[in-house]
């Protein structure tokens, strides 16, 4: 194998490991012109295979095919160069770039008609330092496209030079590559004319260009990967201080409601215990009765507010178990039942098909069970309220139903924001908490009004247990 056939096999495998590695790296990029670029790269390998056979003793039917097949190559790698400097460059005449595009394309296809670019004359050319090339002699329309490529080529140096002289540096790469390869091609030209015994470097030149650009381009990336980098450790950074300055948010509005909240009860409780002293001293036992009921509530009161608070502090460790989904609605239901005693009128719809569901069981029952505690907690005269259970694929969808006034447009952006509440004896920490609990198995939790007046709270949970997420900590 001669020297020339050896550097045309480097240069399709360089070429096609550089075009390769492109593709690897723009994959699923929004960057068109990088695409170009690398089929630019794949087809100068296939330029570099078929141009290998030149320097060899083959026959004069290949040395024909091989000639048709690179000059084809030719025509769709200046194709795609020209593509590559449409979508790359800030600025240009498009209409002229798509022009030059497929006018390459057609000299591609033209270069397949038997005796219209290149003749069926297979003749040897010795060049200089010894090299002996067989070739396929080009008709008159093909030194015609040899020359046209040049042309063409030769405008993209142009225009990159344009650029370069007003200083955009990003540009020198291309400048070099391509300058190189026009220079190259006008060569070749005049050697296949037989006008020069230069030997054939076209190789060269496309292994230049593609090495050029190739390089420009992973110092570019490289660059980008680097400011990346940095605007990620500058977002991680930002996103720590967010979430500092959040809860440090939380602990002050968390404190103005404890402080709230605990005031209240206690007035209440001091209150009631200078009246039972002072019903002591008087033996009023009726009274000290009713100031002691008092206290009872108040003391309830201030545990459900202390139960709350530590439920939303509290980190959520999941522990899962195979619960009866069945099962674990009516639990939720008496639960709350016992919770909240009603006048308000409850309705079950359970399906039967509902299966079993892998959850933390004990927070779960506690979730719908705060959903139903809310809706028959609901003021007003006697409502309809309705539980309904049922299964979709692999997941358990229940659905609280009221028909009482409904949330309104002011809280319902807040519906699920921590210490929000439209009751005198809420904590605002309820259906926080239901979130919390719904989310950290892989659930959800959206309210949407009732048709006809009300509010629907649907809750969705995967019956699988693959599941096992835990909700963050709670700002404290």
């Known amino acids: 194998m001669s020297p020339a056939s050896v ?81 790359n460059l800030p600025e240009g005449p498009a209409r002229l770039q798509r022009g030059a595009i497929l006018g390459a394309l057609f000299l591609a296809f033209l270069a397949w008609i038997p005796g219209l670019l290149v003749t069926d004359l297979v003749v040897d050319r010795e060049a200089w330092f010894g090299l002996v090339y067989r070739d396929a002699v080009p008709t008159s329309l093909g030194i015609g496209a040899y020359t046209y490529y040049c042309i ?64 420009a381009l992973a110092s570019r990336f490289i660059e980008t990967t680097r400011a990346l980098d940095e605007s990620a450790t500058k977002l991680a950074e930002a996103h720590r201080e967010l979430v500092a300055r959040e809860r440090l948010a939380a602990v002050g509005e968390m ?79 008496d639960m709350a039942q016992v919770a909240a005693p009603s006048t308000h009128r409850l309705s079950l719809d359970l399906a039967t098909d509902l299966g079993s569901v892998s959850c933390d069981e004990q927070l779960v029952r506690h979730a719908l069970a705060n959903l139903i505690e809310n809706a028959l907690q609901i003021d007003g005269p006697e409502i309809d309220i309705e539980v309904r259970a049922t299964r979709t694929g692999a997941t358990l969808a229940v659905a ?45 939790i959206t309210h949407e009004p009732t048709p006809g007046g009300g509010a629907t709270f649907l809750v969705q949970l995967p019956l699988r247990g693959d599941v096992q997420s835990l909700a963050p900590p709670a700002a404290a």
Not at 33 to 43: E, G, I, P, Q, T
Not at 44 to 57: H, K, P, Q
Not at 405 to 424: C, D, I, K, M, S
């Open 7 to 87: 550097l045309s096999i480097a240069t399709a495998i360089v070429s096609a490991l550089v075009g390769f590695v492109t593709l690897a790296v723009v994959r699923g990029a929004r960057q068109r012109s990088l695409r170009w670029f690398a089929a630019a790269c794949l087809f100068a390998a296939l330029f570099g295979a078929g141009n290998a056979i030149v320097g060899t003793r083959a026959s004069a039917g290949a040395i024909i095919l091989a000639a048709r097949f690179t000059l084809s190559v030719a025509g769709l790698h200046g194709a795609a160069w020209f593509a590559y400097d449409l979508d």
């Open 152 to 215: 063409a080529i030769g405008g993209l140096v142009v225009r990159y030079a344009r650029f370069v002289a007003r200083g955009d540096r990003r540009f020198v790469p291309q400048l070099i590559g391509l300058g190189t390869l026009t220079l190259a091609a006008v060569l070749d030209s005049l050697a296949a004319a037989q006008v020069t015994r230069m030997p054939y470097i076209l190789d060269v030149a496309l292994m230049v260009v593609v090495l050029c650009v190739g390089a």
């Open 255 to 333: 404190s103005a409601v404890v402080a709230h909240e605990v005031r209240n009860p206690l007035a209440v409780m001091f209150n009631a215990i200078t009246g039972i002293r002072r019903a002591m001293h008087t033996d009023q036992r009726a009274q000290a009765g009713e100031l002691l009921d008092i206290l009872q509530e108040e003391a309830d009161r201030l545990r459900r507010l202390v139960d709350d608070f530590l439920d939303f502090a509290r980190p959520l460790t999941l522990r899962h178990t195979r619960t009866d989904a069945r099962v674990l609605v009516k639990s939720a239901i």
């Open 400 to 444: 609280v139903v009221d028909h009482g006034p409904g949330v309104t447009l002011e809280a319902e952006p807040r519906l699920f924001a921590p210490f929000y509440t439209t009751r005198a004896q809420g904590t605002g920490l309820g259906l926080t908490i239901v979130k919390r609990v719904i989310e950290a198995h892989g659930g959800a």
